[in-house]
Structure formats: structure tokens, C-alpha cells
């Protein structure tokens, strides 16, 4: 290919972190340049576990976008419920009934950031709301590790499919269910055979690295994430999944911007902030492989036509314009590393 710009339908994030306070105002900005949509996820440090909280959160981001300069022609939040041992089929009603959330999200007790709220069983405690979900067809938004020091860290998405997704389909089997910021050959495998109830995202980093990134000249901190990045055969797996046109896998960044201060210490938070260049990060990855006329499925309609929402009427241009990715972001307080650092990117929004 050799052109100057790409045009398509303005994207949707199906999979996003975008904090909180001063982090929200901060990186809601590179979000609404790129993306129409996106599903925003619930695990602030006060988790958003029913209606009430998801509507003032709605309205904090609502707010932060009245301060972001520039044209902003449209954005919409689509919030998402934190999923507990405790929570309702009641409470689940309520949700779709708003009108604003879309999505309930399953973290494993203690797998990822914030998640020490999450589901510790998810068979016994949550049924109800898993037949609830069936019901109205509202997503269940699956981060799929399991949390067991006994499974090896590049184990853990296929070891969680196998023994909770798997078991979960054969219960509810018409039960829609997103596997979020799928990592693995095995993942990609199952959605395969899976029916169209069942979906995955696929972040940008999963597809431009491989682990050997994370050790490269010595222990790199930003391109810690979890799941974490897998061998390159998973990577060139994972490509070909998104790149393919098949509508059961669509863009889900899962951006998640810490401070350089819960990166770069003794213990690190894990996540990576692609909200930056993130759809530059996907051109290239289409390019690459050679499917870029699949870019626009992947990235803008199928997620809408799986969470069952119009196709965006916007349009985004992207232009090869060569660039490079700035060490830092600053705002206020906060210092940020963007994922691809000091990388020379082709493509600019």
C-alpha cells in the first residue's frame, strides 16, 4: 500500500481505562481524538459496582470532556459494572434499565490492578446474574487469568479457559461474553470454535511485542501489563486473528495509564498507556500484515455489532506522517511513559 492518508469509520475502544481526577482530565483527551465510543472500566480504587456509581462516574467524565480543547463533535462513555460475589440479578436489571451501561466486568479475586473485589467463585456466588445477563443480553466482560501461584504467569489465560470459560459456555450458552485483551494461541483458538456469543479484544501492545520487550537491556516497566506478553508465536497468532475480518474480534486498547512513580519503583503497577498513538499502533499492525481493508472492521464495526449499537457516521483520517513517540506526557502532577517510548511511528491521527 501507498497512499498518503486512510479514512474509515471514527472507532470504538471496547476496552479502556481512564482513571480518575486529575488521570481522567489528562488522558480523556488522547481518547476523544481517536474514538467515538469506548467501554470504560470500573476498577477505580472505589470499585463502580452498581448504577448509582456508574451514573456520577458517567458525569465526572461528561465533565472532564467540557475542558478538552478542540472540536469534539461527539464522545460517549459506555460505563460498564464491576462484578462482585454480592452483586444482584436486581442490581443488573437496574443497570440495563439506565440506559447508560452496557457491559458487567469480571475481574478473578486479586488477578489484575484493583481487583481485590473481584469474583472469588464465580459459579457459586454469581448464577443469578449470570442467568440475568443471558436474559437482557448484556456483555460479560471476562478478564480471563486465574489467580493461583501454582500456574505459571504465561499460563494463566489458557489455564482460565479451560477450567472457567469453557464451563461457564455450557451453563449459559447463550450467555454473550467478551474475553478481554485476549494474549494467547489457545484464546484465539477457542473463540474460533466458539458460536457469536462469543468475542475478544485484542490491545495493540499483544501485537507489536513480544515478551523478550519486557527484559530487552535490562527490566522494562512499561511494557508490563497483564495479561502479560506472550512468546512471538502467540503474537504472530493473535495478528492473524484481528487482521483476518472474522467479526468475533475487535479493538479494545485496554490503555491504562499509571503514574511513572507506580511504574518505576520495587513493584510496579501493571498496565500500558496506548491511548497516545493507539490507532497509529493498529495501522501499523494492518499494514504490516497486509490486511489494512480489514482495519475498519476490526477497529469501528465489529464491536458496535457485537455489544448491538449503530455504526458510527463519523469518519477518521489517518495520515503517514513519520513521528516519534515522546518519552514523556506531563500533566499537572502526573508524569506518564507512553507505550512505544522514543519508537518512530509512520501514522498520525
Known sequence: ?????????????????????????????????????????????????????????????????????????????????????L????????A????????????????????????IDL????????????????????HAEVFDHRVDIFDRESVYIDKIIIPLRKKFPE?????EHLSTKEGV?????????????????????????????GLRPHYYCLPILKSEAHREYLVKAATSGDK???????????DIKAKENNCCCAGCYSSYNAISFYVKIFEEAGCISNLEKFASFNGADFYDLPRNSQTLTIYRNENVVPSELR?????????ASGETLQWHV
Do not use: W
Open 1 to 85: 500500500m501507498n497512499t498518503s492518508y486512510i479514512t474509515i469509520v471514527k472507532p470504538d475502544d471496547m476496552h479502556l481505562h481512564l482513571r480518575h481526577y486529575d488521570m481522567l482530565d489528562f488522558v480523556l483527551g488522547d481518547t476523544v481524538k481517536q474514538f467515538a465510543r469506548a467501554i470504560v472500566m470500573p476498577n477505580l480504587n472505589i470499585p463502580i459496582i452498581n448504577t448509582k456509581l456508574a451514573i456520577n462516574y458517567r458525569n465526572s467524565i461528561l465533565n472532564a470532556l467540557k475542558n478538552i480543547k478542540g472540536d469534539i463533535k461527539y464522545f460517549e462513555p459506555l460505563m460498564t459494572l464491576y462484578l462482585t460475589d
Open 87 to 94: 452483586t444482584t440479578a436486581d442490581e443488573i436489571l437496574r
Open 96 to 119: 440495563k434499565e439506565s440506559g447508560i451501561i452496557f457491559a458487567v466486568k469480571l475481574y478473578p479475586h486479586s488477578a489484575t490492578t484493583n481487583s481485590s473485589s473481584g469474583v
Open 123 to 142: 459459579f457459586k456466588n454469581c448464577s443469578k446474574v449470570l442467568e440475568m445477563l443471558q436474559v437482557i443480553k448484556m456483555p460479560l466482560l471476562i
Open 175 to 179: 450467555l454473550k461474553i467478551v474475553i
Open 189 to 217: 483458538d477457542y473463540v474460533y470454535s466458539s458460536s457469536s456469543f462469543t468475542a475478544a479484544t485484542i490491545t495493540p501492545q499483544h501485537m507489536l511485542y513480544n515478551r523478550n520487550i519486557i527484559f530487552s537491556g
Open 248 to 258: 468475533r474480534f475487535f479493538l479494545g486498547t485496554d490503555s491504562a495509564p499509571h
Open 331 to 339: 500533566f499537572k502532577d502526573l508524569t506518564i511513559v507512553p507505550l
